[in-house]
């Protein structure tokens, strides 16, 4: 993180809760849109590949106990 962006976050930690999260949601909102939608519709394309496969049986899937006793096995 270069000198300048470490002041500048030094000054957002320093704003009330409220400030913050207006700061966030308009440096959130500066990437751009375009590229979003792009990221939006290849997830989506995705999720449908995978519920296609899930359903034609060529994938199976976990219980969620069984997906976090491994996470926490970590």
């Excluded at 308009?26 to 296609?52: G, M, Q, T, Y």
Aim: charged share 35%.
């Amino acid at each position: 993180m270069t000198t300048a962006t470490q002041s500048i976050l030094k000054l957002a930690l320093n704003l009330n809760p409220v400030e913050r999260a207006e700061l966030i949601e308009e440096l959130f909102h500066s990437f751009d849109k375009a590229h979003d939608d792009k990221i939006d519709s290849l997830w989506a394309d995705e999720s449908e590949s995978r519920i296609d496969a899930y359903d034609a049986g060529k994938i199976t899937s976990d219980s969620a106990k069984a997906v976090f006793e491994r996470i926490n096995k970590r």
